[in-house]
């Protein structure tokens, strides 16, 4: 007891604190492989989150091939998940608390109860799209089977569909058209992506610059934009005026907002004659419903 007494208060205050910070360090260090480690903790999170979305991926058939799970770790204030399909890889985020994943924004807060859903999601009722010239359209514009696709290019679910819309357009023929509509989640380059497409169509190059777009998703930037559209020939002091002047922000607008009457919530959002169908479904779903509705 005379060791304390010769210690003032302050100083005995001071001295328990450092035991106690040695003795939560050595705790720490000793049971990091039992969990103990905060680190460990966060990345335990992220993991379970970043499963969850595979999983939701996966069970609503938002892709066209099973989805695994790379990585998943916290990155400016999300969960950074990396998802890989088939050969590539593709950046996802979800919120902390797991309820939203993005790009495509689907509330996952009650995932867990509703079990393994492998049908394709299709509205009950079909919604009416007026189709006119200046809408982008591919095929035949009198064709029985219309697709009209609600996507952003910048989002990695409508790439995924991309090669799917392709065989069906190839396959088809004249008895299917496509027909191209903005709906954009607000990436980096969302907006002005939508914009160099329609500035490409005011030179009747919509399609071809469409397929530029998902071809080189990885490398989006104003420069490439109007790079992109003189390698496709196309008047690069034109396409340099639209794009600059944000001339086709109004019809990119109007497009989302269409979508979001139709009941669309994320991409990519087809609706086949009017009814929905959600997500990068398989080319068997597709044909199977477009095949149905020929033989009516």
């Not at 790379?70 to 890889?89: D, H, M, P, S, Y």
């Not at 919604?127 to 010239?133: A, E, K, L, P």
């Not at 991309?162 to 989640?185: A, S």
Request: proline residues 2%; aromatic residues 10%.
């Amino acid at each position: 007891m005379s060791f304390l007494k010769n210690i003032d208060k302050n100083k005995l205050l001071i001295l328990v604190a450092i035991v106690a910070i040695v003795i939560v360090g050595g705790l720490i260090l000793t049971n990091s492989d039992n969990g103990f480690s905060l680190t460990s903790l966060s990345e335990q999170s992220a993991q379970k989150i970043g499963e969850k979305a595979v999983n939701y991926i996966n069970n609503n058939r938002l892709s066209s091939t099973e989805a695994t799970l790379v990585r998943a770790f916290e990155e400016n204030g999300l969960i950074k998940i990396v998802i890989k399909v088939g050969e590539t890889e593709y950046d996802s985020y979800a919120t902390k608390n797991g309820k939203l994943l993005f790009p495509q924004g689907f509330d996952m807060s009650d995932t867990e109860d509703k079990g393994n859903n492998n049908q394709t999601v299709e509205s009950t009722e079909p919604v009416s799209f007026s189709i006119t010239q200046d809408d982008n359209v591919l095929g035949n514009f009198e064709a029985p089977i219309t697709l009209v696709v609600f996507s952003d290019f910048q989002c990695s679910f409508c790439k995924l569909l991309y090669p799917t819309l392709k065989k069906i357009e190839q396959d088809y023929k004249d008895k299917v058209r496509l027909v191209y509509k903005h709906f954009l989640l607000g990436f980096q380059y969302s907006e002005k992506a939508a914009e160099a497409s329609e500035c490409a169509a005011e030179q009747g190059k919509f399609w071809q610059y469409h397929d530029k777009l998902f071809d080189n998703s990885q490398n989006y930037s104003v420069d490439n934009f109007k790079k992109w559209a003189r390698d496709l020939g196309l008047n690069g002091q034109q396409f340099d005026s639209c794009l600059d002047s944000a001339k086709y922000k109004d019809k990119i607008d109007n497009d989302s907002n269409e979508g979001r009457k139709a009941g669309v919530t994320g991409t990519p959002a087809t609706f086949i004659n009017g009814k929905l169908v959600s997500g990068a479904q398989p080319y068997e779903s597709f044909k199977e419903i477009i095949d149905s509705l020929l033989s009516e």
